[in-house]
């Protein structure tokens, strides 16, 4: 009976741990995207130096998350969206507008995709 006891406290603090890693992720994802949002519209206006100050913020968010992002998420898709916003830096600052917003479509979608693999699904339990 200890251990049946024992074996359901470890699962309900295996998934309250999971359920708060969820929140947290998302939470940075949905900041990820709002600030990513106001790049896209500043090129979209051909207003590169509000876009450049705003890909300077997003990569200092990154930065400042990229331990709890690392924690347990899937290095390619950082090393991924670090390529992207390199990528963009380069085309905002050349005002390369196609280019540059192509790199934010694909942010947005990465930056969507980070908490996926995370929530709680029967598929991601099994």
């Known amino acids: 009976m200890k ?7 470890i699962a309900v603090i295996i998934v309250a741990g999971s359920a708060m890693y969820t929140h947290e992720l998302e939470t940075i994802s949905d900041e990820l995207v709002a600030i990513n ?14 876009a450049n100050g705003k890909i300077s913020e997003l990569d200092k968010y990154l930065e400042e998350k990229r331990e709890m992002l690392a924690t347990t998420g899937n ?4 090393d991924n969206i670090q390529i992207n916003l390199s990528e963009l830096k380069r085309f905002s600052q050349g005002e390369m507008r196609t ?25 991601n339990i099994l």
Do not use: M, W
């Open 3 to 9: 251990a049946f006891v024992t074996s359901i406290v």
């Open 37 to 50: 949002d106001v790049i896209t519209e500043n090129i979209e206006n051909g207003q590169y130096d509000e």
């Open 75 to 78: 290095h390619q898709e950082l």
């Open 99 to 123: 280019d540059a917003l192509s790199r934010c479509q694909v942010l947005d979608f990465l930056f969507h995709h980070l908490p996926q693999d995370y929530r709680l699904k029967i598929e």
